[in-house]
């Protein structure tokens, strides 16, 4: 199977997953003007069918420091480092008390400067896949490592003329809901824009002029319209690439 195929596939899978049973974030992600550091706070709000009684675990990269977690009351929650911390990525248990059918939490981090499998944030580069490198927390499937899919909001803020491209539907130029359970993604750098509309639309973000950009895109909508006949409707409003 093509890597295109793959990725619309993996799509289509991941709606098989409740939505009503997924961790669900709300997050702010500031990079610097330099390109090589990023503050991250947000809001986590977790279904109690994904803890093992009071604990919950979670994931981040070690390019990331100063994790901090609390309550919606401001109580400080711990988050224990987990077992081999110097490497990546690293695993937190947090202990939460209460009978809450949802459990929410505030968090925030900085730092992140540095290349990872599918991430890099080094002055010239930025972008991060969360499945191969997490860059937010993650949480763990209760008694296992395996890390569960979200869905949330996201928005990033960041250099002046750079764009940021996400895995999720986009609200407007720096805000991204992801509304399939999914690990999230981004890209951001000073992008050329090729958009094609067709039975699903279609844009390409390219570092440069090519000539037969539009060519591609079009040709894009036209495999995705007929792997939708095989696979089912399309969950996202656009692809891109």
């Known amino acids: 199977m093509t ?32 390109l090589r550091a990023v503050a991250v706070t947000g809001a986590l709000h977790v279904p109690r069918s994904l803890m093992s009684s009071d604990t919950l675990e979670l994931r981040l990269s070690r390019l990331f420091r100063e994790l901090r977690f609390t309550e919606e009351s401001g109580r400080v929650v711990n988050a224990a480092a987990l077992g081999d911390t110097t ?4 695993n937190y248990r947090l202990i939460v008390g209460g009978a809450r059918d949802t459990v929410r939490l505030r968090f925030s981090y900085t730092g992140g400067s540095g290349i990872g499998f599918g991430y890099a944030l080094d002055g010239e580069a930025a972008f991060a896949a969360s499945n191969l490198t997490a860059w937010y927390p993650l949480l763990n499937r209760a008694d296992t490592w395996v890390p569960v ?11 002046n003329g750079l764009t940021v491209v996400a895995s999720g539907a986009r609200r407007d130029a720096s805000t991204y809901d992801f509304v399939v359970p999914s690990f999230f993604s981004y890209s951001i750098a000073r992008y050329i824009r090729t958009a094609y509309d067709g039975p699903i639309d279609v844009t390409f973000y390219t570092l440069q002029e090519r000539p037969d950009t539009r060519a591609h895109a079009q040709r894009t909508a036209e495999l995705l319209d007929v792997l939708q006949r095989v696979f089912g409707k399309y969950p996202y409003p656009e692809f891109a690439m």
Do not use: E, H, K
């Open 3 to 34: 890597i295109l195929g793959t990725v619309v596939l993996a799509a289509a899978l991941a709606v098989a997953q409740d939505t009503n049973d997924v961790p669900r974030y709300d997050m702010d992600v500031r990079f610097a003007a330099d």
């Open 87 to 90: 490497g990546d990525p690293r």
């Open 149 to 159: 899919r979200g869905i949330g909001r996201v928005r990033f803020a960041v250099p």
